[in-house]
């Protein structure tokens, strides 16, 4: 079974900080991504990656930084937290040669 | 600009029934789509899936068809069970476009006893 972990469920941070949020996949997987669930926006792409240290930016990158040292981990982070950031924030993986992703649980961030 | 589109936010079917969800695109270059279901507090887990040579296809109860020409998919789940109950997204991929998924804003069903 593939297994897409995510270090927080529940993250509380004040405006301003620097927050890090890691994604880990067990299937070795070349390609990894982060989205962001809002309310009736669906999931939106913020970046992704298709090997170490490689990143493209998606829909909506600004305030957002990514980084893959390790092939199974991808970390997402937000330089400057700001409110509008509260989100639920999704990792998910997938095979180079397949379109499936598999998701990790979530992290629902607030940031006050 | 939102380039897949779901336009029910909700779906109210009763158990036993069919519950069609709907999509629609405006990438002509889309040649791949997929539904996940979400429940609350897990991440979305894959349904089915469809390629643009094909116009249907099955699997158990869960069948996705594709109309080209008029840029729309949908997904039909017979007979539905209360445990369908979930939010389910329609999210689509180009070719060439290092497998990203395009997703639409998802539609919450409802299925009642």
């Known amino acids: 079974d593939v297994k897409v972990t995510q270090s927080s469920r529940y993250l509380v941070k004040r405006t301003g900080e620097k927050v890090f949020l890691e994604c880990v996949q067990d299937?070795?997987?070349?390609?990894m991504f982060w989205y962001r669930q809002d309310p009736g926006l669906g999931l939106r792409l913020i970046y992704f990656?298709?090997?170490?240290?490689?990143?493209e930016k998606g829909d909506i990158p600004e305030g957002y930084s990514v980084s893959r040292e390790k092939k199974e981990r991808f970390s997402l982070i937000l330089e400057s937290a700001s409110t509008n950031q509260t989100s639920m924030y999704l990792c998910?993986?997938?095979?180079?040669?397949?379109?499936?992703?598999?998701f990790g649980p979530g992290t629902r961030l607030t940031v006050t | 600009d939102q380039q897949v589109k779901q336009n029910s936010p909700s779906l109210s079917v009763q158990e036993g029934r069919i519950s069609i969800l709907n999509c629609d695109y405006t990438?002509?270059?889309?040649?791949?789509f997929l539904w996940y279901k979400k429940y609350p507090a897990e991440g979305p887990t894959f349904l089915i899936s469809?390629?643009?040579?094909?116009d249907k296809n099955e699997d158990g109860r869960f069948t996705v068809f594709l109309n080209k020409s008029a840029k729309h998919l949908s997904l039909h789940i017979v007979p539905s069970q209360p445990g369908d109950s979930a939010v389910y997204f329609c999210?689509?991929?180009?070719?060439?476009?290092?497998?990203?998924?395009?997703f639409g804003t998802g539609t919450q069903l409802k299925v009642e006893l």
């Open positions: 998910a993986s997938s095979r180079q040669d397949i379109y499936e992703q598999y």
């Open positions: 299937m070795d997987h070349e390609n």
């Open positions: 990656s298709y090997d170490v240290k490689m990143k």
């Open positions: 990438n002509s270059m889309f040649d791949y």
């Open positions: 469809i390629s643009s040579i094909k």
């Open positions: 999210a689509a991929s180009a070719a060439g476009g290092g497998n990203k998924l395009t």
